[in-house]
């Protein structure tokens, strides 16, 4: 879950909020060694008399504060210092983390929403698996076979041996899948298969997806068969 702020801070957590800011990676003290907390202050209304404080830092959110108190008495501290400091750079390093892994999953939810909106049959290719991870309504349309049946085979298992030059599509494939995976946007007439034996010419558009992991190639697939029917006649 979403780490949750408490809502408004009140004017003194503001303030040292405000300092904390201001010397990132920092623990600021104090104790009646280093800026002692005069027991008169009017604005220090929660009778603290000692305190440890660090700014947690993430990339997208304001710092959040992380305050060790003393009320009772006060406090010189010591130890307390780098092992504030070392908890306060793991929360920030958490955060950037969840972060980070958030906008990974709304840039994959909007690029899911993309793929599935767009007016051609789209396949993505996981190329170390050699079978496709996602797929679109229209790919579904194209080929006639469901979802589940696309993602357990790869472009390949949808084509027929020889493509209309004569070639074999097995050896075809490679080298324009690498294209893509080099930078390359390939775009090729290609002979596919539909579930019912029929072969449909397509126009393929190839584009490397980059991923941290994965070596992906999205496919934009284009059934042009009656146009090329219509040329013929």
Known sequence: DRPRSLGPVDAETAERLAVASHHLGEVIRNDPEDHPIASSDR???SRVRS????AVSSEAEKPWLLVIQHCRQAQVY??????LSAIAARLGDGLRMWETQQAMLQGEQRFRLQVEHAPEAIVILDMTTGKFVEV?????????LSREQ????????LSPPTQADGSRSVEVAGPRLAAALSGESPVFEWLHTHASGQILECEVR??????????????SILNISDRKRAQRE
């Open 150 to 157: 696309l993602l357990q085979v790869g472009p390949l298992e």
């Open 78 to 83: 010591g130890a307390e210092v780098p092992l």
């Open 136 to 144: 679109n309504s229209k790919a579904v349309e194209l080929f006639g």
């Open 43 to 45: 604005a220090n209304a």
């Open 206 to 219: 190839l584009l490397h997806l980059p991923h941290p992991e994965h070596r992906w190639v999205r496919g």
């Open 51 to 54: 305190m440890l404080y660090a």
